[in-house]
């Protein structure tokens, strides 16, 4: 529908650490910002492991590099808040990825524009049930969940009537459900196809930890290209 994909921009603003950052000491920090408790990286495993999912996801795209900008913001931070990822995909496509868990008045602000050759999608994660289309030389289209024009894939999802907001509660049974029936299909002899059920599979888990620690390489050799292989 909007052809060729040739530009990716992903945004996650949180605030939820902002209070954290000027009230707490070094020893009362949360467990995410003490490095030897979150690993090599904090905000760039939290939510830049959902920027890297959710574009791959959904349009199939496997990055082939990254270039990592990984920051600790305000006053006693130990490990990284807020980050900047440039990205290049196999297919030619680059992106841009910009995280943060001290961005002042956010709540969980993560929006996705997937830009192609015909047309632009754009998806506000705190407005899920509605999807921004704008195609060359037409008016904007607002989508709404649940409508007859909508793919069989995606009406299978929906557990309300349009208009009727969903939320994260029934995306996690959403992945519940998906994840059982790929069971039941198993116990009654059928061959698995795990792409056919939606659910998040070890592959993804694994592509996302390949892209976490590309990003940290990318930022303790001086903010340098690093391959994801």
Same mark, same amino acid.
């Given at each position: 529908?909007?052809?060729?994909?040739r530009?990716?921009?992903?945004?996650?603003?949180q605030?939820?650490l902002?209070?954290a950052l000027e009230?707490?000491?070094?020893?009362?920090?949360?467990? $995410?910002?003490?490095?030897?408790?979150a690993? $090599?990286?904090?905000?760039i495993g939290?939510?830049?492991?959902?920027?890297?999912?959710w574009?791959?996801?959904?349009t199939?795209l496997?990055?082939?590099?990254v270039?990592?900008?990984l920051?600790?913001?305000g006053s006693g931070t130990m490990?990284?808040n807020?980050f900047?990822?440039?990205?290049?995909?196999?297919?030619?496509?680059?992106?841009f990825?910009?995280g943060?868990?001290?961005?002042?008045? +956010?709540?969980?602000?993560?929006k996705?524009?997937l830009?192609?050759?015909?047309?632009?999608i754009?998806?506000?994660?705190?407005?899920?049930? =509605?999807l921004?289309?704008r195609?060359?030389d037409?008016?904007?289209? $607002?989508?709404?969940?649940?409508?007859? =024009?909508?793919?069989?894939?995606?009406?299978k =999802?929906?557990?309300t009537?349009?208009?009727?907001?969903?939320?994260?509660?029934?995306?996690?049974g959403?992945? =519940? $459900?998906?994840f059982?029936?790929?069971? +039941?299909d198993?116990?009654?002899?059928?061959e698995?196809n795990?792409?056919d +059920?939606?659910?998040?599979?070890i592959?993804?888990g694994?592509d996302?930890?390949?892209?976490?620690?590309?990003?940290?390489?990318?930022?303790?050799?001086?903010?340098?290209?690093?391959s994801?292989?």
């Open positions: 529908m909007i052809g060729e994909l530009t990716v921009v992903v945004e996650y603003p605030d939820w902002v209070n009230q707490e000491t070094e020893t009362e920090k949360t467990w $995410r910002s003490i490095p030897e408790m690993g $090599r990286g904090a905000a939290d939510i830049g492991s959902h920027m890297q999912n574009v791959e996801f959904v199939g496997k990055i082939d590099k270039l990592a900008n920051e600790a913001v490990s990284d807020n900047q990822v440039i990205v290049k995909y196999e297919n030619g496509a680059s992106g990825f910009w943060c868990q001290v961005a002042v008045g +956010y709540d969980n602000a993560f996705v524009m830009l192609g050759d015909k047309g632009t754009e998806f506000w994660q705190e407005d899920n049930n =509605y921004i289309l195609l060359r037409q008016p904007l289209q $607002r989508i709404s969940r649940g409508s007859v =024009y909508c793919t069989e894939d995606s009406l =999802y929906v557990r009537p349009k208009g009727h907001p969903e939320g994260l509660t029934e995306a996690f959403n992945i =519940y $459900r998906s059982c029936d790929a069971i +039941y198993k116990l009654d002899g059928k698995i795990e792409d +059920y939606g659910y998040p599979t592959d993804m694994v996302g930890v390949k892209f976490f620690n590309a990003c940290v390489d990318s930022q303790e050799k001086g903010n340098v290209w690093v994801i292989k």
